[in-house]
């Protein structure tokens, strides 16, 4: 069985910084892909980033320039270093994988305040 389990979440000012982990069961050597999610009451899960085997990233624009994902496959990690964090980035923010047909965590709430 697969599980995905977010941390890191919290309270923060507008232009501070945050970084979220997520820790897969499963060793990140087999799973090429992995992504970062979030959302807000009222709407769909959006993506924020995907982060694939060899490193290779891309972002969503609102966040392009400000986050950085990456993952440590020996740790079984996927990190989300956000910065110059902004009230419209508070959100529940979710780890996914496609492996299974797609593998979610529970979620970690990020909440920037003005």
């Known amino acids: 069985q697969v599980w995905l389990v977010e941390s890191g979440g919290g309270s923060v000012q507008a232009g501070g910084s945050l970084r979220l982990s997520c820790r897969a069961s499963?060793?990140?050597?087999?799973?090429?892909?992995m992504a970062w999610y979030r959302q807000t009451p009222g709407n769909q899960r959006e993506l924020v980033a995907n982060?694939?085997?060899?490193?290779?990233?891309n972002y969503t624009d609102p966040v392009k320039g400000r986050f950085t994902i990456s993952r440590d496959n020996a740790k079984n990690m996927i990190y989300l270093e956000m910065n110059s964090l902004k009230t419209e980035d508070t959100a529940v923010y979710y780890c996914?994988?496609?492996?299974?047909?797609?593998?979610w965590g529970q979620g970690t709430q990020v909440i920037v305040s003005s």
């Open positions: 996914k994988s496609k492996v299974n047909g797609g593998v």
């Open positions: 499963l060793s990140l050597f087999r799973i090429n892909h």
């Open positions: 982060i694939w085997r060899d490193g290779s990233a």
